[in-house]
């Protein structure tokens, strides 16, 4: 499937913004926001980036919940 939303997060530039050293896997954030209910996927462009209909505040405290 194919998540419908115009942007995407960077789990490095997220993780650095919440102040945290290691960021989680993407495999293990994209599975965490899919538990939720929510959709997210790779985009193809960034190893690092996830598209997803979650918002960004949401995306921080799933970067920190996993983190921990």
Known sequence: YEVDTLGF???HEAA???GIGAPPAVNAVIQHIEDQGRR???THFSNTGVRTTISR???LNTIEDLSK
């Open 9 to 11: 997060y960077d789990i």
């Open 16 to 18: 650095s913004e919440a």
């Open 40 to 42: 997210a996927e790779r």
């Open 57 to 59: 505040e949401v995306f």
